[in-house]
T-cell receptor, first 117, second 116 residues
Framework: GAVVSQHPSRVICKSGTSVKIECRSL??????MFWYRQFPKKSLMLMAT?????????EQGVEKDKFLINHASLTLSTLTVTSAHPEDSSFYIC?????????????FGSGTRLTVV | AQSVAQPEDQVNVAEGNPLTVKCTYS??????LFWYVQYPNRGLQFLLK??????LVKGSYGFEAEFNKSQTSFHLKKPSALVSDSALYFC??????????????FGKGTKLSVKP
């Protein structure tokens, strides 16, 4: 089935630095990628939707200059957390829409645990 | 606007007993409903979905769910729980309708604990 590979799985960075998270679709073309953030013991909150070759659409309250999303190819979308602060510490997950034998669905990356110290 | 509700924060079940994790939804139009499971520090694994067809949907790992339009519910069930089923379960509905390729909207999650 369709696989989304997300890296890194864990990252610890210092306050003020930037961190890039990558999501690659391994055996399909992901024209649309969703980026979610999950707080401890909480649900997933949609941050933004990225479409290949165009600007990402951010949800209300999400700072687009802080969470930079690039979807330059059909197999790669990246989320860069710029000037990270401890409050950005969270679990970030990407998801892509898939069509598998005319079946519609969503596949998720394995997530990235970001800790800002 | 579409939404899903998972009324239980936690469900406790003894191994071998049947389990139910509840989900109700609110949508305009026909719902696309999904169940996912999440293990600690991992992404979401797909269990099953309802888009159209039979109301009883069978999925991965012996799970099933019944789409009930009159009660706007999509409860997840399994006849005999395993300790390894202990995890966080999310019900989700697709945002948008028709041909739009919308994102998923998630319930708050239900922690399932299966004791030996």
């Amino acid at each position: 089935g369709a696989v989304v590979s997300q890296h890194p799985s864990r990252v610890i960075c210092k306050s003020g630095t930037s961190v890039k998270i990558e999501c690659r679709s391994l055996d399909f073309q992901a024209t649309t990628m969703f980026w979610y953030r999950q707080f401890p013991k909480k649900s997933l909150m949609l941050m933004a939707t990225s479409n290949e070759g165009s600007k990402a659409t951010y949800e209300q309250g999400v700072e687009k200059d802080k969470f930079l999303i690039n979807h330059a190819s059909l197999t790669l979308s990246t989320l860069t957390v710029t000037s990270a602060h401890p409050e950005d510490s969270s679990f970030y997950i990407c998801s892509a829409i898939t069509w598998d034998r005319r079946e519609y669905g969503y596949t998720f990356g394995s997530g990235t645990r970001l800790t800002v110290v | 606007a579409q939404s899903v509700a998972q009324p239980e924060d936690q469900v406790n079940v003894a191994e071998g007993n049947p389990l139910t994790v509840k989900c109700t939804y609110s949508v305009s139009g026909n719902p696309y409903l999904f169940w996912y499971v999440q293990y600690p520090n991992r992404g979401l694994q797909f269990l099953l979905k309802y888009i159209t067809g039979d109301n009883l949907v069978k999925g991965s790992y012996g799970f099933e769910a019944e789409f009930n339009k009159s009660q706007t519910s999509f409860h997840l069930k399994k006849p005999s729980a395993l300790v390894s089923d202990s995890a966080l379960y999310f019900c989700a509905v697709r945002q948008g309708y028709g041909g739009s390729q919308g994102n998923l909207i998630f319930g708050k999650g239900t922690k399932l604990s299966v004791k030996p």
